[in-house]
């Protein structure tokens, strides 16, 4: 078994984790909310449900060198995401709960970023 990264995966890694900025215990609470909407997670160990949180949520259990394929295509998915619902932000995002939410479904809390700069 080989332990060594592509360097753009390495870039994907740090990226997928500086955007994702809930922990797994906070995105699971997250998700098994009734807020989360229609995709939230029914409260069993597999959380039951396909979609993007829940690939997120999985990768957040994982350490880098153990990454699939599919782990890279969620990261990617993530990273384009986020990136493309902050570009598209309301005026008033803060007071849009509908747009935070999406977000949050995926591991981004915006009100945090906003701190980080």
């Known amino acids: 078994m080989s332990d060594r990264i592509e360097p753009q995966t390495d870039l994907l890694w740090q990226e997928f984790h500086r955007i994702v900025n809930m922990t797994s215990e906070e995105l699971r609470a997250w998700l098994l909310t009734d807020a989360s909407g229609e995709d939230a997670f029914e409260a069993e160990p597999d959380l039951g449900v396909e979609g993007l949180g829940r690939g997120v949520l999985h990768i957040l259990g994982k350490r880098k060198v153990d990454l699939t394929g599919g782990d890279i295509e969620v990261m990617r998915r993530t990273v ?14 803060v007071a849009d709960d509908e747009w935070r939410h999406e977000l949050m479904s995926v591991g981004h809390d915006p009100l945090r970023s906003t701190a980080a700069g």
């Open 80 to 93: 384009d995401y986020v990136e493309d619902r902050l570009a598209a932000a309301p005026r008033d995002a």
